[in-house]
Nanobody, 119 residues
């Protein structure tokens, strides 16, 4: 069973930056795609960014130009660099991974990490 462990959430002022990380446990290397979703209070979970081992990277329109997804050296870790944060970026961010297909949403989810942007 693959477990995804997230890190890097917290409180930041508007205009600031945060970097989220997500690692697959048990040295699991069969992952084809990883990425991030987020859920704000009272709203549905929404797509943020994804990256595949084939090199395809996708972003939600709301974060293009501000967020960057990347793999670690071993492609069972994904990072989300978030710059120019806005109050509307406040949400619980969930890591997601898939090991059969090259797109998200995938089968595996992290427990979520809170990102709070103060205005």
């Amino acid at each position: 069973q693959v477990q995804l462990v997230e890190s890097g959430g917290g409180l930041v002022q508007a205009g600031g930056s945060l970097r989220l990380g997500c690692a697959a446990s048990n040295n699991y290397y069969a992952i084809n795609a990883m990425g991030w979703y987020r859920q704000a209070p009272g709203r549905q979970r929404e797509f943020v960014a994804s990256i595949t081992t084939g090199g395809t990277v996708k972003y939600a329109d709301s974060v293009k130009g501000r967020f960057t997804a990347s793999f670690g050296d071993a492609k069972n870790t994904v990072f989300l660099q978030m710059n120019s944060l806005k109050s509307e970026d406040t949400a619980v961010y969930f890591c997601n991974a898939e090991d059969r297909y090259y797109e998200l949403p995938g089968e595996y989810w992290g427990q979520g990490t809170q990102v709070t942007v103060s205005s």
